[in-house]
């Protein structure tokens, strides 16, 4: 979670960056990546434990403005779940 929440705050503080010449995303780049979150929402954060997709995914949450009352529930929620089902095969592959 520790590591999410960072990777937000870094695309909160990145988007303080946006009017300099070596930003690295142009104007339409953050525009589509607004709605192509805004079409798939925020249930996509779900998804944030999900290997290479899940640190790009809470970057830019973070650089399209999800309030944080909202990416940390979603996010803890999908990671809660992923280890919960971990556990779950632990312990009845111990068995």
Request: hydrophobic share 55%.
């Amino acid at each position: 979670m520790l590591g999410s929440w960072v990777n937000w705050v870094l695309g909160k503080w990145a988007l303080q960056l946006y009017d300099k010449k070596w930003f690295p995303f142009s104007k339409p780049q953050l525009e589509k990546a607004q709605q192509r979150f805004n079409r798939y929402g925020r249930w996509t954060l779900l998804f944030a434990w999900v290997p290479v997709i899940g640190d790009p995914l809470t970057a830019a949450a973070g650089l399209l403005n999800v309030p944080l009352r909202v990416f940390l529930p979603l996010v803890t929620l999908g990671k809660g779940a992923r280890y919960m089902v971990i556990w779950w095969l632990f312990c009845a592959w111990k068995n």
